[in-house]
């Protein structure tokens, strides 16, 4: 026993000897390697002791220390990096946080200052005023006061003229000083056959009373054109000027002021100056309203091909008013204007308001309906207007005439002889210049059977010419003024004033547009409709005040425009643009009432031929636009097309060219641009084959058609 434990011992001892040696040894076990330390373990005959020597001599402490350091340092890098993502990111997100909100507090803090300046400023402008009035200072205190007290410099629109104590006043507008040529397309009969004045259709047309009746229903005097087309090359000059003053309530968020515009032609030296509105507003950034003398939002939102066209290169312009589109029987049977009928009115470009005031020297342009407009303010792009007139001015529809007495060669003009009261009767026959004697001898002489030489617009051949002109310049048709006094009869036919037009009421008018920016693409798109409604304002029966008056159609009208605006780069960009409208039966007349004095009533007319004729105009109206337009620089130039049809489908088209060039400076609020517009138009007139206006020898008379060049200088300030 105790042998074993001795023989164990001297084991132990042996072993831990031999391992001490070996560690000691540890530079000789590096240079040998560990394939001779595992040899002299596997000469080691006990199997416990090879495995244990095997663990302790194959082991490299230093580099497995090494190894689980370097592991460990990788492992704590990735954590602290990972760590360090998420810390900055954090950080990030803090550190937009809290711009966001110092930006959103700076904002609120500059608003808050600024109406705490201007409060402050307008209670120092009377603290400092009062007390430089009684320091004797008064006219330094106030020019510090008065600069202080501005708001804002003039916008674009218009040249800044004064400012006075927060008032702005603006003055503005447009001159167009322009030349016009003429010629016709191919046949010069096409272009010059409506060229005919009243007095002058002798041996041109063949003017029987009942043709003339049946084409012209509302005004049967004659055949004739208003104006004078015969002359082809010509000038002149027309400017819009526009007064503007506002004022602001910083407090309540308001602009507040009023607007007036005036349209002055200037032809041969002559001036004359004629009202294109005027109105009071509020803005604010809920909408602006606008009461008074205007057009509304039908005129104001519409969109067509016009919008992007070159100075008076479409149909939007007075180019008509250059040519002759009266019809063969002065009936003005187009459409010319792509405009809904209110505004066409308003422009005198509508057949009947072209007539009233080139014949009866009315003041359509002066009369705008009074309206109240609301605008609404954009929200996304979108945005809506919307106006209220009560009626128009009835006086512009009443024609003081004798009805459908015609004078006739055989006899000179008759003066109606009434029992009415002196003050009826402008002029009396007394107040008549005595008409020569070469003047009456012509007259007497002509014959009556010739139906087609009454003095229904033609010329005495045998009548001396300044004779003639004098006849003319007569008041020989010195008209009745009704003053509360019934018509008169002559001859069995009612004489006296007459109501010729479309008196509508309770009109209410709308717009609404959206306007989209694809910036991808660089397309600006566009849309807009617009429409009116009114009734038809019927005259009061029981009171006999006309000798006729014209019953209407009620007023009804729509336009849908788009336009798209493709910027190619910082110099070029093109636009294009198309619209649609129908107006209905608006200013159509559908029945002509007659007063009757033996019943006393009115009564529709029994005249069948008007009746007839009634029936073509009662037709639907429709116009439609296309154009596009390219910009270089200061370089634009566009192509439009106009085409309208109206009462029986009375057709005309316009296809214009047009080139302008910006002289100006970029950012001038002011604008120079010569330009050049051509017009090729073409009509297509209508007539029932019983009613139709034919040249002397039953000629028919050919569409109007031809070129008309319109260039000028229009400058904009």
Same mark, same amino acid.
């Given at each position: 026993?105790?042998?074993?434990?001795?023989? #164990?011992?001297?084991?132990?001892?042996?072993?831990?000897?031999?391992?001490? %040696?070996?560690?000691?040894?540890?530079?000789?076990?590096?240079?040998?390697?560990?394939?001779?330390?595992?040899?002299?373990?596997?000469?080691?005959?006990?199997?416990?002791?090879?495995?244990?020597?095997?663990?302790?001599?194959?082991?490299?402490? &230093?580099?497995?220390?090494?190894?689980?350091?370097?592991?460990?340092?990788?492992?704590?890098?990735?954590?602290?990096?990972?760590?360090?993502?998420?810390?900055?990111?954090?950080?990030?997100?803090?550190?937009?946080?809290? #711009?966001?909100?110092?930006? &959103?507090?700076?904002?609120?803090?500059?608003?808050?200052?600024?109406?705490?300046?201007?409060?402050?400023?307008?209670?120092? @402008?009377?603290?400092?005023?009062?007390?430089?009035?009684?320091?004797?200072?008064?006219?330094?205190? /106030?020019?510090?006061?008065?600069?202080?007290?501005?708001?804002?410099?003039?916008?674009?629109?218009?040249?800044?003229? +004064?400012?006075?104590?927060?008032? #702005?006043?603006?003055?503005?507008?447009?001159?167009?000083?322009?030349?016009?040529?003429?010629?016709?397309?191919?046949?010069?009969?096409?272009?010059?056959?409506?060229?005919?004045?009243?007095?002058?259709?002798?041996?041109?047309?063949?003017?029987?009373?009942?043709?003339?009746?049946?084409? /012209?229903?509302?005004?049967?005097?004659?055949?004739?054109?208003?104006?004078?087309?015969?002359?082809?090359?010509?000038?002149?000059?027309?400017?819009?000027?526009?007064?503007?003053?506002?004022?602001?309530?910083?407090?309540?968020? !308001?602009?507040?002021?009023?607007?007036?515009?005036?349209?002055?032609?200037?032809?041969?030296?002559?001036?004359?100056?004629?009202?294109?509105?005027?109105?009071?507003?509020?803005? %604010?950034?809920?909408?602006?309203?606008?009461?008074?003398?205007?057009?509304?939002?039908?005129?104001?939102?519409?969109?067509?091909?016009?919008?992007?066209?070159?100075?008076?290169?479409?149909?939007?312009?007075?180019?008509?008013?250059?040519?002759?589109?009266?019809?063969?029987?002065?009936?003005?049977?187009?459409?010319?204007?792509? $405009?809904?009928?209110?505004?066409?009115?308003?422009?005198?470009?509508? #057949?009947?308001?072209?007539?009233?005031?080139?014949?009866?020297?009315?003041?359509?342009?002066?009369?705008?309906?009074?309206?109240?407009?609301?605008?609404?303010?954009?929200?996304?792009?979108?945005?809506?207007?919307?106006?209220?007139?009560?009626?128009?001015?009835?006086?512009?529809?009443?024609?003081?005439?004798?009805?459908?007495?015609?004078?006739? $060669?055989?006899?000179?003009?008759?003066?109606?002889?009434?029992?009415?009261?002196?003050?009826?009767?402008?002029?009396?026959?007394?107040?008549?210049?005595?008409?020569?004697?070469?003047?009456?001898?012509?007259?007497?002489? @002509?014959?009556?059977?010739?139906?087609?030489?009454?003095?229904?617009?033609?010329?005495?051949?045998?009548?001396?010419?300044?004779?003639?002109?004098?006849?003319?310049?007569?008041?020989? &048709?010195?008209?009745? @003024?009704?003053?509360?006094?019934?018509?008169?009869?002559?001859?069995?036919?009612?004489?006296?004033?007459?109501?010729?037009?479309?008196?509508?009421?309770?009109?209410?008018?709308?717009?609404?547009?959206?306007?989209?920016?694809?910036?991808?693409?660089?397309?600006?798109?566009?849309?807009?409709?617009?429409?009116?409604?009114?009734?038809?304002? %019927? $005259?009061?029966?029981?009171?006999?005040?006309?000798?006729?008056?014209?019953?209407?159609?009620?007023?009804?009208?729509?336009?849908?425009?788009?336009?798209?605006?493709?910027?190619? /780069?910082?110099?070029?960009?093109?636009?294009?643009?198309?619209?649609?409208?129908?107006?209905?039966?608006?200013?159509?007349?559908?029945?002509?009432?007659?007063?009757?004095?033996?019943?006393?009533?009115?009564?529709?007319?029994?005249?069948?031929?008007?009746?007839?004729?009634?029936?073509?105009?009662?037709?639907?109206?429709?116009?439609?636009?296309?154009?596009?337009?390219?910009?270089?620089?200061?370089?634009?130039?566009? !192509? +439009?097309?106009?085409?309208?049809?109206?009462?029986?489908?009375?057709?005309?088209?316009?296809?214009?060219?047009?080139?302008?060039?910006?002289?100006?400076?970029?950012?001038?609020?002011?604008?120079?641009?010569?330009?050049?517009?051509?017009?090729?138009?073409?009509?297509?007139?209508?007539?029932?084959?019983?009613?139709?206006?034919?040249?002397?020898?039953?000629?028919?008379?050919?569409?109007?058609?031809?070129? !008309?060049?319109?260039?000028?200088?229009?400058?904009?300030?």
């Amino acid at each position: 026993m105790r042998k074993s434990v001795y023989t #164990k011992t001297a084991l132990a001892s042996l072993l831990t000897l031999y391992s001490f %040696s070996g560690f000691t040894a540890g530079e000789e076990v590096k240079k040998q390697g560990h394939k001779n330390t595992s040899q002299e373990v596997m000469k080691t005959s006990n199997k416990k002791l090879k495995e244990k020597m095997d663990r302790i001599c194959n082991a490299d402490p &230093e580099k497995k220390a090494k190894e689980a350091k370097k592991k460990a340092e990788e492992e704590a890098m990735r954590k602290a990096e990972g760590d360090k993502k998420k810390a900055d990111e954090a950080k990030k997100k803090a550190d937009d946080a809290k #711009k966001k909100a110092e930006e &959103e507090a700076m904002k609120k803090a500059e608003q808050a200052k600024k109406k705490e300046n201007l409060k402050s400023a307008s209670t120092k @402008q009377k603290v400092v005023a009062r007390t430089v009035e009684a320091d004797g200072m008064k006219s330094v205190a /106030n020019r510090n006061i008065e600069n202080k007290a501005k708001i804002a410099d003039c916008d674009d629109s218009y040249s800044c003229c +004064t400012q006075k104590r927060g008032v #702005k006043i603006t003055f503005g507008g447009t001159v167009d000083a322009q030349g016009y040529g003429k010629v016709s397309a191919g046949d010069s009969d096409k272009f010059k056959h409506y060229n005919v004045m009243v007095g002058r259709a002798v041996d041109y047309y063949s003017a029987a009373p009942e043709k003339i009746k049946g084409n /012209n229903p509302l005004f049967t005097e004659g055949i004739g054109n208003i104006g004078d087309y015969s002359e082809h090359i010509g000038a002149d000059v027309d400017a819009i000027l526009h007064l503007r003053a506002e004022n602001k309530n910083e407090d309540l968020g !308001l602009i507040y002021g009023a607007d007036l515009q005036f349209n002055i032609p200037v032809t041969k030296g002559k001036v004359s100056s004629r009202n294109r509105g005027a109105h009071v507003f509020v803005n %604010s950034e809920y909408g602006d309203v606008r009461v008074g003398y205007q057009f509304g939002p039908e005129a104001l939102m519409r969109l067509d091909a016009t919008k992007i066209a070159t100075v008076d290169g479409a149909a939007d312009s007075n180019w008509f008013r250059r040519v002759n589109l009266e019809g063969s029987a002065a009936s003005f049977p187009f459409y010319v204007t792509p $405009r809904l009928y209110t505004e066409s009115f308003s422009n005198e470009s509508e #057949k009947l308001a072209f007539r009233m005031s080139g014949k009866y020297n009315k003041g359509i342009i002066n009369a705008l309906p009074f309206r109240i407009a609301y605008y609404s303010a954009s929200y996304m792009g979108a945005r809506f207007g919307f106006s209220y007139s009560p009626r128009y001015d009835s006086e512009l529809f009443i024609v003081s005439e004798l009805g459908d007495i015609q004078p006739t $060669r055989s006899s000179p003009p008759k003066i109606l002889q009434s029992d009415a009261p002196p003050a009826t009767m402008r002029k009396a026959r007394g107040d008549q210049p005595d008409l020569n004697s070469k003047t009456r001898q012509a007259l007497d002489e @002509q014959p009556t059977s010739d139906t087609s030489q009454q003095f229904n617009g033609s010329q005495p051949s045998k009548m001396d010419k300044s004779a003639l002109e004098a006849y003319q310049k007569s008041p020989q &048709e010195e008209l009745i @003024q009704n003053d509360g006094v019934p018509p008169q009869t002559e001859g069995g036919t009612t004489v006296g004033p007459k109501y010729v037009g479309p008196n509508y009421e309770h009109i209410l008018s709308a717009g609404v547009s959206y306007e989209y920016d694809f910036n991808e693409y660089k397309v600006k798109v566009k849309a807009a409709a617009v429409g009116e409604y009114g009734l038809s304002k %019927s $005259r009061n029966k029981d009171k006999h005040m006309y000798s006729k008056y014209v019953k209407y159609n009620d007023l009804m009208g729509m336009n849908l425009g788009i336009s798209a605006d493709y910027k190619i /780069n910082e110099s070029q960009s093109a636009k294009f643009a198309a619209s649609f409208a129908h107006l209905g039966k608006s200013g159509q007349p559908k029945g002509i009432k007659e007063f009757v004095p033996a019943t006393p009533e009115y009564k529709d007319i029994g005249d069948e031929d008007r009746i007839v004729r009634l029936k073509q105009l009662d037709q639907n109206t429709m116009y439609w636009t296309a154009g596009a337009g390219y910009q270089y620089e200061n370089i634009y130039t566009s !192509l +439009t097309y106009f085409g309208s049809y109206v009462n029986d489908k009375d057709v005309l088209h316009d296809v214009a060219l047009g080139i302008q060039y910006d002289l100006s400076s970029a950012g001038s609020k002011s604008k120079f641009v010569p330009y050049a517009a051509l017009h090729y138009f073409r009509t297509d007139e209508k007539q029932d084959a019983k009613y139709k206006i034919t040249l002397q020898g039953n000629k028919e008379v050919s569409p109007n058609a031809g070129f !008309l060049l319109l260039t000028g200088v229009k400058f904009s300030f």
